[in-house]
Each structure stands twice: as C-alpha cells, then as structure tokens.
C-alpha cells in the first residue's frame, strides 16, 4: 500500500519538474526570439539608415557632376557624340566600312590569320623577306589592288568616328564596325608592307597614313576597349612606318612631314582622361542598374541564388551600394584631378583584401588603372616614331643624321620629344649604321636601346631603329626582280 501511494507522488513531482523546464524553455525562446527581433529591426534600422545616408550622399555628388559637367552621363555623352560626328561622306570611319564591304566581295574567306602566318609583326625592320614570305605577300594583296583608288581619300579625311548605339544593357554596347575597321586596318597593313618591300616608298607611307586615320577615329563614351583596339591600329602604322624606314631609299620629305604632325597630334590627345569619363560613365550606369535593380548581381557581383553565404553578403552589401557609387565617382574624380600623373590605388584594407562593403568601386579601380601603363606605352610609341620621321626627315635634307639639340630643332619641337615614363627627353642612340631612337619602356631601366620586337610587353626599350641609306636592303625577292633603288 505504501508503495502504491508513493507512485503517484513520484509522477506528479517529475511532471511539476517536466513542467518547470518546459516552461524554462518556452521563456528562453521567447527571449531569443525577442532579442532575434530587436536584433533584426537594429541591423534593419542601420541598414536603412545607411542606405539613406548613402543616397543623399550620392544625389550631392551627382549633382555636382552634373554642374559641373553637363553631359557625363552614359546616355548623354553617347546623344553628343553621334551629334558630333560628320556627315557619312566626310567621316572616314564610314569610307572605311565601304572598302570593308568591297573587301569582302573581292576576297571573302580572306582571314586575318593568313597575314599572321607572315610573321612580319616581329621580324627584325631590317630583315628581308624570303622568296616564299614575298610571293605569299604578294599573292595576299593581288585581289585588293582595286582598291588602291577608294583609299586615297583616307589620306586626307582626319575628321569622323563610329556611330554609338545604346541597347539598354548595362553591361552592353553596339560598336557596329569595330571588326570592320579592325579588318581595313589590316589591309592597309597589308598594303604598306607589300609597297615597302618593293621599296615603293610613297606607297607604303600613304597606306600608314591612311590606316593612322582610321585607327584616331575611334574614340567616344564606349569605354575602353575602344581605346584599345585605336591602339592596336596606330601599333599596326608604328610597324609599317618602320618598315618603310628600314627598306625604302626613295621617300619624300613632305608627305614624311604631314605623318609626323598627325603623329605628334596623337601624342598629344589626351586619351587616358577620355578613357577615364568613359569609364566613369560606365561604372556609374552599372552600380546604378544595380541599384534600381534593372541589373541583377549575379551579372556583375557574381553572386548566385546557389550560394547562401554570397547571397547573403549581397543582402548586407546592398545597403552600402550608395555609398559604393560615391566612392567609384570619388576615384575618378581624384584620377581625373591630375590626369598626367599614375591614377590613385584602388580601396584595400590592411591585409591587401577588398572591402566588401565597396567590392564594386575597388574592384573597377583597380582594373581601370592597369590601363594607366598601356596608354603611356601608347604615347611612347607615337613620339619615337615621329621622333624618327623626322630623323628622317633631317637626314633627306642633309645627308646625315641629326646630333644636336639646335639640328632635330628644325625639323621637330625637340622640348616636346619627352619620355612618358620616366619624363626625361627620349634617348637618341647613335649606330656605326644608322641611330636608335627609344623610351625606357615600362620598367625605367635604359637599356641602351635594346628593342625587342618579338616580345614587346617583355620590358626591354620600346623605339625605332633607323638605318643608314647604304645599309637599308631591299627584301631578296625583290632584289631578284628589279634593281636595287639608288639614292643619296
């Protein structure tokens, strides 16, 4: 009996125990889920706070641009360069697209590559061609002969540009044309080296001087890549120009002295702070699509619905993304402040890591600035070459190459002739058969003119070798068919 009372007892007192840890349990998820939402409604709070903050930081900072630079944005620059260019008769990058379209009637499974397998790019200025390069050079050109007419006109026409078209994609523009002027570019390539090498001296610096045309008229608000692809065609005249120095004994002052002041000219365009605009344009529009949400992270952020832990750092990110674009538009403005001068570094924290809080900004910084070098190896490039036009120059009027100061002074503005990089004069080297004229390249070590064309990024000199008359040659194919030119 007594066991049977105690049992009961037992069972009500471990239930009163169940109960009290119940209920201990039920208060402290209580707890969690109240400070869970005082939490959330804290971080929301901020969240908002800084994502106000934020934007009437960034409405400031645009207006101000907008003060002071009417017309920065995206959509309004591209309206103003279309506005901007010529009538299509008078553009040359139209004229251009019309030889392409011949081009491609004349020759239409023509590729690039063909050239290429030349290897004229990286061959020594001074070394001749072999009878196989010259009669696949030859055979290369044959069709385009037709032409030669149509092309006169690029020699006279500076003015134009490709026409801009925004398809609302953020991440996209049309560049209609772009390849096609990148395939005339080739052609006059073609064409100058194929004159070169025949020692036609007038022929091939009118090709380069066309292809130079063609190449100064891409520019506008599409960013820099179009930038890249000017330099690659004015890189394409540098070579043939040097070519035509190397082979050609018959070359005329005049037309040497027009390229050079379009030389100079392209010196002197202030190309780094248009790709600086257009780049800042750019970046605007997309963190601004981001915003809006027009643009999806997973485009540009990379942050994938996937992965949680990105998904979530989005989530947080998006409240700073004001503050993101404030910071992207500050760095350009401090680039922008001092143009000729290495842009600011991009936003890092101490153990080199980007923060996350402004991973757009930092992250387009520090891939806008890696193009800093590439322009100045641009200008470098323009001014040894006209530098060396008008060694030439100096040495068809007077037999001999210039020396001093007061000689280059007459054919050239010699305090212009500066090295971009190391902003001392360029290096004027003189050659038992001819002169050196070179930059320090990249790396602002004088290597005493070493050039290195087969490998031109390699951090060697960057320059033009220029050879005495006597010791110019004529490529052996052409040697077997027609005399070697005479000359002074």
């Not at 061959?123 to 006169?152: G, H, Y």
């Not at 960013?223 to 330099?231: D, H, K, S, T």
């Not at 005049?254 to 344009?281: C, G, V």
């Amino acid at each position: 009996m007594a066991n049977d009372k105690q049992l009961p007892a037992e069972q009500a007192k471990r239930r009163t125990l169940q109960q009290r840890v119940f209920r201990w349990a039920l208060r402290g998820s209580i707890a969690v889920m109240v400070l869970a939402v005082i939490a959330c409604a804290i971080y929301g709070g901020m969240w908002f706070y800084n994502s106000s903050a934020g934007k009437e930081r960034l409405a400031k900072v645009t207006a101000e641009l907008d003060a002071k630079e009417p017309g920065w944005r995206m959509a309004d620059a591209i309206r103003i360069h279309n506005e901007q260019l010529p009538p299509d008769d008078d553009n040359i990058a139209v004229l251009a697209l019309r030889i392409d379209k011949e081009l491609q009637k004349l020759a239409p499974q023509w590729d690039k590559s063909d050239f290429d397998s030349l290897s004229l790019d990286n061959r020594d200025q001074n070394e001749a061609l072999d009878m196989d390069d010259m009669v696949d050079l030859i055979d290369l050109v044959r069709p385009w002969k037709s032409l030669t007419d149509q092309l006169a006109p690029l020699q006279h026409h500076i003015r134009g540009g490709l026409p801009l078209k925004d398809i609302g994609n953020p991440m996209q523009m049309d560049f209609g044309g772009l390849l096609q002027l990148r395939r005339v570019s080739t052609l006059f390539q073609l064409l100058s080296t194929e004159a070169a090498a025949r020692g036609d001296g007038h022929q091939a610096i009118a090709y380069a001087h066309a292809n130079l045309n063609v190449a100064r008229t891409i520019n506008g608000p599409g960013g820099a890549i179009l930038y890249l692809v000017r330099f690659a065609g004015v890189m394409v005249s540098n070579r043939t120009i040097a070519q035509a120095l190397a082979w050609c004994k018959n070359l005329d002052e005049r037309e040497l002295a027009a390229l050079q002041n379009l030389y100079m000219q392209e010196a002197n365009e202030a190309i780094w702070e248009r790709i600086l605009k257009s780049e800042r344009a750019f970046g605007h529009r997309m963190l601004e699509s981001l915003i809006s949400g027009a643009l999806m992270p997973d485009e540009v952020i990379g942050a994938t619905s996937q992965d949680a832990d990105e998904r979530l750092r989005w989530i947080d990110y998006q409240q700073y993304m004001h503050d993101d674009l404030v910071s992207l538009l500050d760095w350009y403005r401090d680039a922008l402040a001092n143009p000729n001068s290495p842009p600011p570094p991009a936003g890092r924290l101490p153990d080199g890591k980007f923060d996350t809080n402004r991973k757009f900004s930092d992250m387009h910084a520090l891939v806008i600035a890696g193009l800093h070098s590439t322009t100045l190896r641009h200008r470098a490039a323009c001014l040894t070459t006209a530098a060396a036009i008008a060694a030439e120059r100096y040495r068809i009027k007077n037999g001999r190459w210039p020396s001093k100061r007061d000689e280059w002074q007459t054919v050239i503005d010699f305090d212009k002739l500066i090295d971009p990089y190391d902003k001392q004069p360029l290096r004027m080297k003189a050659m038992p058969d001819g002169l050196i004229i070179y930059s320090v390249g990249k790396d602002n070590k004088d290597d005493g003119g070493e050039i290195d064309l087969a490998n031109p990024k390699g951090g060697k000199d960057e320059g033009v070798r220029l050879w005495n008359l006597k010791h110019r040659r004529v490529p052996q194919a052409i040697k077997r068919i027609e005399p070697e030119i005479d000359g002074p």
